[in-house]
């Protein structure tokens, strides 16, 4: 698989050395879908070689020590991609595949996520090369604990704001919060998001991503003439973004027709119900051993017949290998970087739509917004004031791409490049650039 390939390819690399290994990286791919749109916009090239590279790059030692006693050291990395349009936004991923190419990419992505939905954010991404399972809940706090701390001249409101990605919880955000407290002595909530509740999380923040995927979804279909009731789903992975998105267009009248988490891939063409496989997945950490569908294997799962695919579970999954054999007629982006470049060019000419990641899973960030504005305010909104304002941005901004898209004739993802570049540009040339 690509994603193992880029994996040991990267481990261990230094900044200077990401330039090198772009053509084989997950950046250099995600810098590809940047050339199409830059090229479009005609970009001069300074500018285009600003935002080709990261502001910040840090990598760090994370030593801590287990329960049994013994010392250990994992490797932490935060990326602050950009600042031009405010302080950098972006999640902390615990994964073993962790390298600093991903997450450069993941920061960059964030740039231009945080821009297409209008926010007043850069772009920025962080991660630990660890397996969360292997750790007790104990060793995970002493974890987040240095990784905040060794972050804390850099993180705060009004520089980098963190938030929730893959295996990482909204209890480790609190934790990040604490840490962060403590050190500058002062009580500080908007330097994380993603909080639970009780220390000033916001309503309606758990469910924004998926909520913001079933919200894209559920309006292309209507721009496909495709009738939502009964529209066949497939989700690949999950997790908080996977299982939201299933409910949500389960609710809406979809059929969920295939699910599938690290465990495997389930299948039932008279469709799977969603709430009960989450309260499964809830009680057993996992899908392993549910009976609601016939057991198919994770590339078979993409391939299924459906109208709507969404991959919500990792990078580099639909690829040059795999993508004639995808049947569905709409892919929404659950995932960051589920689509190499290769298979986005081949689902365009077979027709596929595609709504990119950087609007489809925009919802999370964009209630990660109302959740620090609601922090700094110290006033707090109902749930369907913050998902009233979030159907609100994502549908407007997603006109905004449609209206680019059929204008200049290209695809969805180029479009929302060209709509986010074309405003992160803006900023850097009111701002000017010091030096
Ligand atoms: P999560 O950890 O809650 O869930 C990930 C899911 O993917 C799990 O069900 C896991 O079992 C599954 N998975 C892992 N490897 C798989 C594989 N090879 N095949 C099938 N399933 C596999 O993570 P999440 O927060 O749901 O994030 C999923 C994706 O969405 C990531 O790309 C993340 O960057 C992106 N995303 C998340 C958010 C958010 O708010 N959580 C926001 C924007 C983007």
């Known amino acids: ?99 600093l190419d991903e997450v450069t990419a993941l920061a960059f992505w964030m740039t231009w996520k945080c821009a297409v939905v209008d926010l007043p954010f850069g772009g920025g991404k962080g991660g630990v090369t660890c397996d969360p399972s292997t750790l007790s809940p104990g060793e995970l706090e002493r974890i987040t604990r240095r990784y905040a701390a060794e972050l804390v001249e850099v993180m705060g409101p009004d520089k980098d704001i963190p938030a929730p990605d893959v295996n990482t919880t909204p209890q480790i955000m609190a934790w990040i919060m604490d840490t962060y407290s403590m050190h500058v002595r002062q009580h500080t909530p908007g330097v994380v998001t993603g909080k639970p509740l009780a220390i000033g999380g916001s309503l309606g923040r758990v469910e924004a991503t998926g909520r913001g995927v079933s919200l894209v979804a559920l309006e292309q279909l209507q721009r496909m003439q495709i009738p939502i009731t009964g529209a066949r789903v497939v989700v690949q992975g999950f997790g908080n973004v996977g299982s939201i998105a299933a409910r949500m267009m389960a609710e809406a009248g979809c059929t969920i027709v295939g699910l599938s988490d690290v465990s495997g891939g389930y299948y039932n063409p008279r469709g799977i119900d969603a709430t009960s496989a989450i309260a499964y997945a809830q009680e057993h950490h996992s899908l392993e051993g549910y009976r609601g569908g016939e057991r198919v294997t994770n590339d078979a799962l993409l391939e299924l017949p459906c109208e709507v695919l969404v991959p919500a579970a990792l990078e580099n999954q639909l690829t040059a290998e795999n993508a004639a054999r995808i049947q569905a007629r709409l ?47 110290g006033y707090f909104w109902k749930e369907s004031e913050v998902n009233e304002r979030l159907a609100d941005i994502m549908l407007t901004n997603f006109s905004k791409i449609r209206d680019i898209s059929m204008q200049r004739r290209i695809s969805l993802r180029t479009a ?13 040339h009111t701002r000017g650039v010091y030096a």
């Open 1 to 99: 698989m690509a994603r193992k390939t880029v994996s040991s390819l990267k481990r261990g690399i230094l900044p200077t050395m990401v330039t090198a290994v772009r053509e084989v990286s997950v950046f250099g791919d995600a810098i590809a879908y940047f050339n199409e749109a830059a090229k479009l916009l005609d970009l001069e090239p300074g500018m285009r070689r600003i935002l080709t590279k990261p502001s910040r790059q840090i990598i760090f030692a994370i030593p801590f020590q287990r329960d049994n006693g013994e010392l250990e050291v994992f490797t932490g990395y935060r990326v602050q991609y950009n600042f031009a349009r405010g302080p950098a936004k972006g999640g902390i991923r615990y994964h073993p595949g962790v390298t």
């Open 331 to 377: 892919i929404v982006e659950g995932a960051n970087g589920p689509t190499t470049p290769d298979a986005d060019h081949i689902f365009d000419q077979r027709g596929i739509i595609v709504i990119p990641d950087i609007l489809a899973n925009a919802g999370g960030v964009t209630v990660s917004y109302f959740e620090w504005a609601q922090d700094r305010a």
């Open 416 to 428: 929302a490049y060209v709509l986010a570049i074309d405003r992160v540009v803006q900023a850097m």
